[in-house]
């Protein structure tokens, strides 16, 4: 497969993944049941969730969930002006009163680890993340979840605009469709964040 370009160096050498735990947060995105059941083929990505969420716990890299979910009738969704939450509301999709919203059992989160809940796909539009990865003291955010081509480039794009390191990791992200997440990873999020599989994360976060 190709190698982004934020992978190697200017005489094409592929670079070694390197961060400081103690200043990075591992944040799963909208790991939810009504999305992951959205998501083909999403066993796989599931299990390297957890594989680099377990890598982060062992090397004690602070955790954060971001959730989406809204309250009956969605009144706190944009839903007459944004097509994507038409849809949602249509189909009755992330109730935070049931079991849709909930975070997936195989990526569930440990007792002291925060879960954010936003109603935008931007989790610095409607949550506290901002002051929350100011207050730990992160400068780096290794993010992933579902979908690629929604929170995960959200949150990439605006993180990197901010000034924070974004690792994106390649396949613990999910989309609707193979096509839109390959054209995310391929495409646009090389532009403002580091592309890495979940192998290289693991061993950055552990050392």
Not at 31 to 41: E, G, K
Not at 85 to 111: C, F, T
Request: with cysteine; hydrophobic share 40%; glycine share 6%.
């Amino acid at each position: 497969r190709d190698i982004p370009a934020s992978r190697q160096n200017q005489g094409g050498t592929i670079m070694t993944l390197e961060l400081d735990p103690r200043r990075t947060a591992v944040l799963p995105l909208d790991v939810q049941n009504d999305i992951v059941a959205m998501t083909p083929n999403v066993e796989p990505i599931l299990n390297n969730v957890k594989s680099v969420l377990d890598a982060a716990r062992d090397g004690k890299v602070p955790v954060a969930y971001v959730t989406v979910s809204f309250t009956e009738g969605y009144p706190d969704a944009p839903v007459k002006t944004h097509p994507l939450y038409q849809m949602v509301s249509e189909n009755r999709m992330v109730l935070a009163a049931g079991s849709g919203a909930e975070i997936h059992a195989s990526v569930s989160p440990k007792q002291d680890e925060l879960v954010l809940n936003k109603t935008s796909v931007d989790p610095f539009v409607t949550t506290r993340l901002a002051q929350h990865l100011q207050i730990i003291g992160a400068d780096t955010i290794v993010i992933m979840g579902f979908s690629t081509n929604f929170v995960v480039e959200s949150t990439a794009r605006t993180a990197a605009d901010m000034g924070y390191r974004v690792i994106v990791v390649r396949d613990a992200c999910g989309s609707g469709s193979e096509e839109n997440h390959e054209f995310a990873m391929s495409n646009l999020l090389p532009m403002f964040a580091t592309v890495a599989d979940a192998a290289e994360v693991r061993q950055a976060l552990t050392g």
